[in-house]
């Protein structure tokens, strides 16, 4: 079982090779765009709010540690049994809920998040709620921040449905995948606990916990010494860059340290990032890209939202996701991550170069995929999308 940092590599056995001297020129020619800093970030400073998502977010993930630790120990991780799962699911949520409304209860409370408490309030499901509490309860007593006594069932319950709001682009909405990468949970491999805030449709405000991600870089194919602290807490603040620190508050590396992407101007070096799930992206589609602009490592494949915060402290160039047909992607699974990218230089779009739109609602209404990378490389990535999206759509 992979846990020391869940790298998994994709073998490749068809090298890269330098196909497109003109994409790679027109990338090296390229000057740095212009990043535009929303107008909200003057207006507002988001402190509160960041301080309060980045205690969500590692409270939660501790609950999320514990249970992975207790499936990989009963080694029940192999089994299509998704109850564990569905524990951790629901206890991070209901875990960052009860945190931010604790910690901002001043303000209007207005939470997207991806699991909602229908399932648990059936008759069969007393156990297994009775188990969540239990999670919840536990990590808040660990903890030890709040003077609350014991959440009941139904505390936890009406916490986990107060995700239920739609979003929209007016007012702010804060946005909860509880865990994003629920398959690389259940095996042991990378997930991360990805919430960040909206503020008239814009995310001003982006935490990402990644607790099976090495703070040393994952660049070299995920080489990193097998001593090296892994856990990372990313967080992001509209027009005040990213910065990393460890999960673990009393570790040396507990200091925020400001991450930038990959400067990596030559397609030939980057390296990229894809699911590992196949079914969440065409992996054959980011094949004939990476090929395309010469690139030669093989795809890391890894779980999750951990893939923008391995970005933005530039273990890799390019992420690439292209869903299957007919998929609809869930603001939850890119709003922190985006965010990430961004405040740490990178850019991030649908695969026709359009920004993400997150004032939709729940979904993300895009252009066949998304594509990030950093600002030089962007043009030549985008113009080896473009052509091989046209000749995987002339080839049917
Ligand atoms: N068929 C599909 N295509 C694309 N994404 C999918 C998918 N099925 C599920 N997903 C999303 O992919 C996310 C994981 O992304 P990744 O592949 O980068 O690890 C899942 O988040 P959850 O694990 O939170 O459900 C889920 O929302
Ligand atoms: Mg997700
Ligand atoms: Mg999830
Ligand atoms: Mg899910």
Redesign the pocket.
């Known amino acids: 079982m992979a846990i020391n940092g869940g790298l998994r590599i994709a073998n490749s056995n068809s090298p890269f090779v330098v196909s497109l001297f003109s994409t790679k020129a027109s990338c090296l020619r390229v000057s740095a765009a212009v990043r535009v800093v929303s107008s909200l970030s003057s207006m507002a400073s988001y402190d509160k709010e960041l301080a309060a998502a980045k205690k969500a977010a590692s409270l939660a993930a501790r609950l999320c540690q514990k249970v992975q630790k207790a499936l990989l120990q009963s080694d029940v991780q192999s089994k299509s049994d998704k109850s564990p799962v569905t524990i951790a699911d629901y206890g991070s949520q209901a875990l960052v809920s009860f945190v931010l409304e604790k910690e901002l209860s001043s303000e209007p409370f207005s939470l997207v998040a991806?699991e909602d408490s229908e399932d648990l309030r059936k008759d069969d499901s007393q156990e297994i709620v009775g188990r969540i509490t239990e999670l919840v309860n536990n990590t808040l007593a660990n903890d030890g921040s709040y003077n609350v006594s014991t959440l009941s069932r139904e505390d936890v319950l009406r916490a986990i449905d107060s995700g239920k709001s739609e979003g929209g682009p007016q007012g702010q909405h804060w946005v909860l995948?509880p865990?994003?990468?629920?398959?690389?949970f259940v095996r042991g491999d990378q997930y991360a606990i990805a919430l960040a805030l909206l503020d008239e449709g814009k995310v001003v405000l982006g935490v990402l916990a990644c607790p099976n991600l090495p703070l040393a870089s994952i660049a070299s194919g995920g080489q990193h010494s097998s001593n090296s602290e892994i856990g990372c807490l990313f967080f992001a603040k509209v027009g005040a860059g990213t910065y990393m620190q460890s999960l673990d508050s009393s570790s040396n590396s507990s200091s925020p340290v400001k991450v930038q992407v990959s400067a990596i101007e030559n397609p030939v070096e980057a390296s990229f990032f894809e699911?590992?799930?196949a079914?969440?992206?065409l992996h054959d589609l980011s094949s004939s890209i990476a090929k395309k602009l010469g690139v030669k490592a093989p795809p890391v494949r890894i779980?999750?939202?951990a893939?923008y915060g391995a970005l933005s402290k530039g273990d890799g160039a390019i992420y690439l996701?292209f869903?299957?047909k007919g998929?609809r992607?869930?603001i939850?699974?890119h709003a922190a991550g985006s965010i990430v990218v961004t405040e740490a230089g990178g850019v991030v779009t649908d695969a026709a170069g359009n920004p993400l739109d997150f004032s939709r609602g729940k979904y993300l209404d895009l252009d066949t995929g998304i594509i990030v990378t950093n600002q030089k490389l962007m043009p030549c990535l985008l113009k080896a999308v473009r052509e091989s999206i046209e000749e995987k759509s002339s080839s049917l």
């Open positions: 991806e995948d865990i994003d990468g629920t398959k690389g699911s590992y799930e079914a969440h992206s779980d999750s939202q893939k996701r869903p299957h998929y992607e869930k939850w699974d």
